[in-house]
T-cell receptor, first 115, second 110 residues
Framework: GAVVSQHPSRVICKSGTSVKIECRSL??????MFWYRQFPKQSLMLMAT?????????EQGVEKDKFLINHASLTLSTLTVTSAHPEDSSFYIC???????????FGQGTRLTVV | GIQVEQSPPDLILQEGANSTLRCNFS?????LQWFHQNPWGQLINLFY???GTKQNGRLSATTVATERYSLLYISSSQTTDSGVYFC????????????FGPGTSLSVIP
């Protein structure tokens, strides 16, 4: 199957700072990638669709100025959590669809803790 | 938007037992996938199954698209099967977006 790599896997940051998370498709090109957020013991909630070369599309209720998404190449999307606060602590995971049938493959996830 | 339900929400099995997990969805779908999320958070692709039946070792899945449900069968369960099982769909109106069900949390005890 296709490989999606996410980095870092775990990050602790101070309140008020910004954190960048990278999502790479290693063996295929992805014009579209997706960012999800998962709280403990809950399901994955789609935050935004990252589009190569254009603006991201955010789901209702997601602050676009808080969660900056850049999709600068066909293999890399980044999510920057700006001015992080403790309530932003969560598990963030990205995905990319491989092939014409849109099978989703996921990165390893990033566990963000804001202190 | 499309709604995805999974049952049961929690399941405890004795090692060696069999189980069936169910996924219902509210609208027609283009794709349906089953994932296993391990304790470290990694999502493992189990099946890509918009329709029909597939088998992979002790696991098999069946999707009846016309009746809007899918089943995941786990046979001879092992402790390593523990974790959360998610059903996820792509609706026909939002082709690329993958929408997740709430998951089934499985614990296999020795």
């Amino acid at each position: 199957g296709a490989v999606v790599s996410q980095h870092p896997s775990r990050v602790i940051c101070k309140s008020g700072t910004s954190v960048k998370i990278e999502c790479r498709s290693l063996d295929f090109q992805a014009t579209t990638m997706f960012w999800y957020r998962q709280f403990p013991k809950q399901s994955l909630m789609l935050m935004a669709t990252s589009n190569e070369g254009s603006k991201a599309t955010y789901e209702q209720g997601v602050e676009k100025d808080k969660f900056l998404i850049n999709h600068a190449s066909l293999t890399l999307s980044t999510l920057t959590v700006t001015s992080a606060h403790p309530e932003d602590s969560s598990f963030y995971i990205c995905s990319a669809n491989h092939g014409g049938r849109a099978e989703a493959f996921f990165g390893q996830g990033t566990r963000l803790t804001v202190v | 938007g499309i709604q995805v339900e999974q049952s049961p929400p929690d399941l405890i099995l004795q090692e060696g037992a069999n189980s069936t997990l169910r996924c219902n969805f509210s609208d027609s779908v283009n794709n349906l996938q089953w994932f296993h999320q391990n304790p470290w958070g990694q999502l493992i692709n189990l099946f890509y199954i918009p329709s029909g039946t597939k088998q992979n070792g002790r696991l098999s899945a069946t999707t009846v698209a016309t009746e809007r449900y899918s089943l995941l069968y786990i046979s001879s369960s092992q402790t390593t099967d523990s974790g959360v099982y998610f059903c996820a769909v792509n609706s026909q109106t939002s082709y690329d977006k993958v929408i997740f069900g709430p998951g089934t949390s499985l614990s296999v005890i020795p």
